[in-house]
């Protein structure tokens, strides 16, 4: 079993920065594919990025490429994502995800654990 931690959530202004945290446990971090994901009010869960074990391949939605960076750190099991000038549509619960098999994904039904979902919103 793996147990994600998120942090970093919380309230920011539009063009803000924010970078969100999550720190695995339970499994060889580096045995997995992580994965960012959100949900606003109203929507389904949705895709935002995806890290390769190693870190060398990302994979991003449209709306945020450019804007996000993923990125992971294997000796801290911990996966990031910062988020660069943010705008009101950002505001979503935001979903740590791992998935143990050896391609990316972009699709929430393949990933097999999730963290809790800390909330950001971006509101001036």
């Known amino acids: 079993q793996v147990q994600l931690v998120e942090s970093g959530g919380g309230l920011v202004r539009p063009g803000d920065s924010l970078t969100l945290s999550c720190t695995t446990s339970g499994r060889t971090f580096d045995s997995l594919v992580m994965g960012w994901f959100r949900q606003a009010p109203g929507k389904e869960r949705a895709f935002v990025a995806a890290l390769s074990r190693s870190g060398n391949t990302q994979r991003y939605a449209d709306s945020v490429e450019g804007r996000f960076t993923i990125s992971r750190d294997n000796a801290k099991n911990t996966v990031y994502l910062q988020m660069n000038t943010v705008v009101p549509e950002y505001t979503a619960v935001y979903y740590c995800?791992?998935?143990?098999?050896?391609?990316?994904?972009?699709?929430?039904?393949?990933?097999?654990?999730w963290g809790q979902g800390p909330q950001v919103t971006v509101s001036s």
């Open positions: 995800a791992a998935d143990s098999a050896w391609y990316i994904s972009q699709g929430p039904n393949d990933y097999d654990y």
